[in-house]
């Protein structure tokens, strides 16, 4: 366990100002975030916990646009759903900003002149999307298209979200404006690049080899083969009118690239902290003893690890992350979470149909945390956990304990005789549990944490099922004191220990057993709670009187997981609505334009998977005239071994293209069904040899 404070710098991803969050981005990155830092001030750590809104970027005008408002209406609405959220489900930020402020405005740009002074860029005048109808450059969210290292059809300009590579909107294969559908020309336009290519081999050194121990393997895995693949220069400046002008005189009608200001966010928000609270923020900046430590999910993973990085490596006097904790992501009763297909848990919903809740959640969040892998959320799950763990365990324990005490004492906290071996070893291994949650929550293990937690309220448990006070009292008055008195170190042990996972709770408890300590986990706290349950000799001293009991936690019915099941049933049947929708009928085709593809009919003799795309399957078909290879998207609905042998329906004239470094030359005829599954369009009558032209 580390003894001696230390100063730590933590971040949470900035959440997008385009919607308001969901459990997910509980799951992934608030809540861990919030038990290190609650646990960490428990330490008498000094901690500047720090996040805000992202509110710039190509998506909030798009959405504004679609919605027929302002750009700065949208941010103003998410951005208070987003941070009331946080207060109601207890993130102790110790600051919460917002990227639309003027001080971050001047720290980013004054970032960017720096070095830009320092000639740290690269400027180039490159042939970039342009849409001539919407009169507008295309970038990022404003544009759609196939991602050339997986086949995604919808990958934006600026990442494929389906296998999570960062693109730059020129690599999209059938690029398609994002604002008026036209496909996009190309014209001549000046930025300034981040050469990224000349930090590959400190990143090399400082990462791969340098935190090969210590950070996650889903982290490491995925900057590793960010650096295989190689390197390229970075635009960090945008044709756009919304976000930071570029400070530069040739700079007009330029923005910083949203995701060269969001992670600078994190340093404004400490320097507004910092003035507020008459500290120097450069010392959890740039001071070499300070831990700095980022809390993101997996798809922020190139950002935080690879760019940011760079970026301060590149402005030379910043320190660097000591951890990138990245959480995989957190799914929905087996779907993909998705804001814009509202398959989401909301947190302002939640509270609605559960209030004062905010722990249960909490709580099932971090003992499902997709911490190596993604996990599920159900309903079920949440109920059993409820009734199970924290009502049936903690809850039933607290309870006991409470009414006893009331009972036989008239809640004052009896003052034990002999301790027997039993006594002892529980008081001892007790005293254990700091040390062993530390350890579990130092290595990011928070579910771990949180296990070891529940197993102190088992032992609290087992404790008293094993000594039966209640039968005991009747026979030895004497030794029930001694066993109260022991429930009630436990009691108070949990109160303390629980706080960075359960703040409501604690808080509870804390009252419930009239205990002086008031909240040590919040900001500004420097304590010595944490370690004090080990060192204290009595944590709750006999004559101290308790408070008045109250349930800690309440039993969740079968009626209320019913109608969470039912939220979710009508959002998938109007999804499946949606996508019953038949498409209109495209522009005319000439007879002509229709004579030019050269349909066959063939069969799939060979079918592999791509190596390292989830998407894609890389088959050979017998087309009659030849055996060619085609790279297919359908992976997800086909297995290889299923569809070799399969008579389809070819398109061989289809200019080759490569996909993954491997040459595509035609295209197989599908269509999809009502639940989304992918269906061969195939020549289906007995005889129809292949080379065999469909028209
Ligand atoms: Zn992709």
């Given at each position: 366990m580390n003894?001696?404070?230390?100063?730590y710098?933590?971040?949470?991803?900035l959440?997008?100002?385009?919607?308001?969050?969901?459990?997910?981005h509980?799951?992934?990155v608030?809540?861990?975030?919030?038990i290190?830092?609650r646990f960490?001030?428990m330490?008498?750590?000094?901690?500047?916990?720090?996040?805000?809104s992202?509110?710039?970027?190509?998506a909030?005008?798009?959405?504004?646009?679609?919605e027929?408002v302002s750009?700065q209406?949208?941010?103003d609405?998410?951005h208070t759903i987003?941070?009331?959220?946080?207060?109601?489900?207890?993130?102790?930020?110790d600051n919460y900003?917002?990227?639309?402020s003027?001080?971050?405005?001047?720290t980013?740009?004054?970032?960017?002149a720096?070095?830009y002074?320092?000639?740290?860029?690269i400027?180039?005048?490159t042939e970039?999307l342009?849409d001539?109808e919407?009169?507008?450059f295309?970038?990022?969210?404003?544009v759609t298209?196939?991602c050339?290292?997986?086949?995604n059809?919808?990958?934006?300009?600026d990442q494929?979200e389906s296998?999570?590579?960062s693109?730059?909107?020129?690599?999209?294969?059938?690029?398609k404006?994002?604002i008026?559908?036209?496909?996009?020309?190309?014209?001549?336009?000046?930025?300034w690049?981040l050469?990224?290519d000349?930090?590959e081999?400190?990143?090399?050194?400082?990462?791969?080899v340098?935190?090969?121990?210590?950070?996650?393997?889903?982290?490491?895995?995925?900057v590793?083969?960010?650096?295989d693949?190689g390197l390229?220069a970075?635009?960090?400046?945008?044709?756009?009118?919304?976000g930071?002008?570029?400070?530069?005189k040739?700079?007009?009608?330029?923005?910083?690239?949203?995701?060269?200001?969001?992670?600078?966010?994190?340093?404004?928000s400490?320097i507004?902290?910092a003035?507020?609270?008459?500290?120097n923020?450069?010392?959890y900046?740039?001071?070499?003893?300070t831990?700095?430590v980022?809390?993101i999910g997996k798809?922020?993973?190139?950002?935080?690890?690879?760019?940011?990085?760079?970026?301060?490596?590149a402005?030379?006097?910043?320190?660097?992350?000591?951890?990138?904790?990245?959480?995989?992501f957190?799914?929905l009763?087996?779907?993909?979470?998705?804001?814009?297909?509202?398959?989401?848990?909301?947190l302002h919903?939640?509270?609605?149909d559960?209030?004062?809740q905010?722990?249960?959640l909490?709580y099932?969040?971090?003992?499902?945390a997709?911490?190596?892998?993604?996990?599920?959320?159900?309903?079920?799950?949440?109920q059993?956990?409820?009734n199970n763990?924290?009502?049936a365990?903690?809850?039933n324990?607290?309870?006991?304990?409470?009414?006893?005490?009331?009972k036989?004492?008239a809640?004052?906290?009896p003052?034990p005789?002999?301790?027997?071996?039993v006594?002892k070893h529980?008081?001892a291994?007790l005293?254990?549990?700091p040390?062993v949650?530390?350890?579990s929550?130092e290595?990011?293990?928070?579910?771990?944490?949180?296990?070891?937690?529940?197993?102190l309220a088992?032992?609290?448990?087992?404790?008293?099922?094993?000594e039966?006070p209640?039968?005991?009292i009747?026979?030895?008055?004497e030794?029930v004191?001694?066993?109260?008195?022991?429930a009630?170190q436990?009691?108070?042990a949990l109160?303390t220990?629980?706080e960075?996972?359960l703040?409501?709770?604690s808080a509870?408890l804390r009252k419930?057993?009239n205990?002086?300590q008031?909240a040590t986990?919040l900001?500004?706290?420097?304590?010595?709670s944490?370690?004090?349950?080990?060192?204290k000799e009595?944590?709750?001293p006999?004559?101290?009187h308790i408070?008045?009991?109250?349930?800690?936690?309440?039993k969740i019915e079968d009626?209320q997981i019913?109608?969470?099941?039912?939220?979710?049933e009508?959002?998938k049947?109007a999804n499946e609505?949606e996508?019953?929708?038949v498409?209109?009928?495209?522009?005319m085709?000439?007879?002509e334009d229709?004579?030019?593809?050269?349909?066959r009919?063939?069969?799939?003799?060979e079918?592999t998977?791509?190596?390292?795309a989830d998407?894609?399957?890389?088959?050979?078909?017998?087309?009659?005239l030849?055996i060619?290879?085609?790279?297919?998207?359908?992976?997800?609905s086909?297995?290889?071994?299923?569809?070799?042998g399969k008579?389809v329906?070819?398109l061989?004239n289809?200019a080759?293209?490569?996909?993954r470094?491997v040459?595509?030359?035609?295209?197989?005829?599908?269509t999809?069904?009502?639940?989304?599954?992918?269906?061969?369009?195939?020549?289906?009558t007995?005889?129809?040899?292949?080379g065999?032209?469909?028209?």
């Amino acid at each position: 366990m580390n003894n001696s404070p230390q100063r730590y710098t933590i971040t949470a991803a900035l959440p997008y100002t385009n919607g308001p969050i969901h459990i997910g981005h509980l799951a992934g990155v608030y809540v861990p975030a919030d038990i290190y830092a609650r646990f960490l001030r428990m330490q008498g750590n000094d901690v500047a916990f720090v996040c805000g809104s992202d509110e710039h970027g190509a998506a909030i005008p798009m959405k504004a646009k679609k919605e027929g408002v302002s750009p700065q209406q949208i941010i103003d609405k998410y951005h208070t759903i987003i941070k009331s959220s946080f207060e109601d489900f207890g993130v102790s930020f110790d600051n919460y900003s917002r990227t639309s402020s003027k001080i971050h405005h001047k720290t980013a740009s004054e970032f960017f002149a720096k070095l830009y002074e320092e000639g740290k860029f690269i400027e180039e005048t490159t042939e970039q999307l342009y849409d001539a109808e919407a009169n507008q450059f295309l970038a990022d969210r404003f544009v759609t298209g196939t991602c050339p290292k997986c086949g995604n059809e919808e990958a934006y300009g600026d990442q494929c979200e389906s296998c999570g590579s960062s693109l730059n909107a020129t690599d999209l294969i059938n690029p398609k404006s994002a604002i008026t559908g036209a496909k996009p020309t190309l014209k001549e336009t000046k930025h300034w690049f981040l050469p990224l290519d000349q930090y590959e081999d400190w990143l090399k050194e400082w990462i791969l080899v340098g935190h090969k121990k210590d950070w996650k393997t889903n982290v490491y895995g995925q900057v590793k083969s960010w650096i295989d693949d190689g390197l390229r220069a970075r635009a960090v400046t945008r044709d756009l009118d919304w976000g930071i002008p570029v400070p530069l005189k040739d700079g007009e009608g330029k923005v910083l690239y949203v995701w060269f200001d969001a992670p600078i966010g994190y340093i404004s928000s400490t320097i507004e902290w910092a003035e507020r609270e008459g500290k120097n923020w450069e010392d959890y900046w740039k001071e070499k003893d300070t831990k700095l430590v980022h809390f993101i999910g997996k798809d922020n993973i190139v950002f935080h690890c690879v760019i940011f990085p760079i970026m301060l490596k590149a402005e030379g006097s910043y320190i660097l992350p000591e951890n990138v904790p990245a959480n995989e992501f957190l799914n929905l009763e087996g779907k993909k979470l998705s804001t814009s297909k509202n398959w989401a848990v909301w947190l302002h919903e939640y509270l609605q149909d559960f209030p004062d809740q905010q722990d249960v959640l909490r709580y099932v969040l971090t003992a499902n945390a997709p911490e190596t892998k993604d996990n599920d959320f159900t309903w079920k799950d949440f109920q059993a956990r409820n009734n199970n763990e924290l009502v049936a365990v903690f809850g039933n324990f607290i309870n006991r304990v409470l009414v006893l005490t009331d009972k036989y004492y008239a809640g004052e906290v009896p003052a034990p005789g002999e301790f027997s071996e039993v006594d002892k070893h529980t008081l001892a291994t007790l005293k254990a549990y700091p040390a062993v949650i530390a350890s579990s929550i130092e290595k990011y293990r928070f579910r771990e944490a949180q296990g070891e937690l529940m197993n102190l309220a088992r032992l609290g448990n087992k404790y008293l099922a094993d000594e039966e006070p209640w039968k005991m009292i009747k026979t030895d008055e004497e030794r029930v004191k001694t066993v109260m008195y022991v429930a009630l170190q436990i009691s108070s042990a949990l109160a303390t220990l629980s706080e960075p996972f359960l703040p409501f709770t604690s808080a509870k408890l804390r009252k419930f057993l009239n205990m002086e300590q008031e909240a040590t986990s919040l900001p500004g706290n420097q304590a010595t709670s944490w370690n004090e349950v080990s060192t204290k000799e009595a944590l709750l001293p006999a004559g101290h009187h308790i408070g008045k009991a109250e349930l800690l936690f309440s039993k969740i019915e079968d009626e209320q997981i019913e109608k969470q099941l039912e939220k979710l049933e009508a959002t998938k049947a109007a999804n499946e609505a949606e996508n019953k929708k038949v498409e209109p009928q495209k522009e005319m085709a000439t007879f002509e334009d229709f004579t030019k593809m050269d349909l066959r009919a063939g069969t799939i003799v060979e079918a592999t998977k791509m190596p390292k795309a989830d998407k894609l399957l890389v088959l050979k078909v017998d087309t009659g005239l030849d055996i060619r290879t085609i790279v297919s998207g359908i992976a997800q609905s086909f297995k290889p071994e299923e569809i070799i042998g399969k008579k389809v329906t070819v398109l061989i004239n289809l200019a080759p293209r490569k996909l993954r470094g491997v040459e595509s030359q035609g295209m197989i005829l599908m269509t999809e069904n009502s639940q989304g599954k992918l269906v061969f369009l195939n020549p289906d009558t007995e005889g129809v040899e292949n080379g065999t032209v469909i028209s």
